[in-house]
């Protein structure tokens, strides 16, 4: 059966049953959790840049990646020149 089709003998509210995704941004921030649980238990004694690493990883990452996109834009695609 399709997971996407509707049985409503599995459900008795008449809805379909919702399914959480965990994004990787979610992932990291529960990692920065258990950095800064590690850190405030003075199990850690690693900078708080380190701390905070996985909040500020992947707004970088789709920074550079925006910057790498718009700039390819200007970059001549045709760089062999034909004799």
């Known amino acids: 059966m ?3 089709q509707y049985d ?3 459900d008795s509210n008449g809805e379909l049953p ?7 941004y979610a992932l990291l921030v529960v990692v920065f959790l258990f ?4 850190k405030r238990a003075k199990v850690l004694a690693w900078s708080w840049w380190w701390i905070s690493l996985p909040l500020w990883i992947l707004p970088t990452g789709y920074g550079l990646r925006s910057i790498i996109t718009w700039v390819s834009k200007f970059v001549p695609q045709n760089r062999i020149r034909k004799r």
């Open 2 to 4: 399709d997971p996407e």
């Open 18 to 24: 919702v399914r959480p995704k965990v994004t990787l």
């Open 35 to 38: 950095l800064l649980l590690l």
């Open 8 to 10: 409503p003998e599995l």
